[in-house]
Nanobody, 124 residues
Framework: QVQLVESGGGSVQAGGSLTLSCAVSGAIDRTNFMGWFRQGPGKEREGVATISTLAGPTYYADSVKGRFTISKAKNAVYLQMNNLTPEDTAMYYC???????????????????WGQGTQVTVSS
C-alpha cells in the first residue's frame, strides 16, 4: 500500500499562486510515477501533471502548460501553480502507481493510489 496526504490548498484571487504538497509513504517502490489530478464542480476528474519517480520526466495537461510545475523529492511530490484562473478551481488529488505511458498515467481510471484531496478555489 501507498499512502498519500495532500496539503497546501486554499483560496486565491485570479493571477495568484499556490503550491500543493503531497507526502508519500508506504510501498513507494511499487510506483513508477506520481501525479496530480483535479475535479472541478460538475466535472469529471482529469489529469493535471505527472512525473516519473526514477528519471523524473514530466507531462502536463495542455490547460496548465506554462503555468504549473510538478516536482518531487524522495517522499513527496509538489505542484507549483502560477497565474491561476477561476477555471482552475477544483479538488486536487495526488496519485501514484505503476503505470506505463503518459495517456494511461493521466487517465484517472485504472489502478492508482489516491490521496484525499485538497481544495483550490480561485476567485475572479
Amino acid at each position: 500500500q501507498v499512502q498519500l496526504v495532500e496539503s497546501g490548498g486554499g483560496s486565491v484571487q485570479a493571477g495568484g499562486s499556490l503550491t500543493l504538497s503531497c507526502a508519500v509513504s508506504g510501498a513507494i517502490d511499487r510506483t513508477n510515477f506520481m501525479g496530480w489530478f483535479r475535479q472541478g464542480p460538475g466535472k469529471e476528474r482529469e489529469g493535471v501533471a505527472t512525473i516519473s519517480t526514477l528519471a523524473g520526466p514530466t507531462y502536463y495537461a495542455d490547460s496548465v502548460k506554462g503555468r504549473f510545475t510538478i516536482s518531487k523529492a524522495k517522499n513527496a511530490v509538489y505542484l507549483q501553480m502560477n497565474n491561476l484562473t477561476p477555471e482552475d478551481t477544483a479538488m486536487y488529488y495526488c496519485a501514484a502507481g505503476w503505470v506505463y505511458g503518459q495517456t494511461a498515467r493521466m487517465n484517472p481510471q485504472g489502478d492508482k493510489y489516491w490521496g484525499q484531496g485538497t481544495q483550490v478555489t480561485v476567485s475572479s
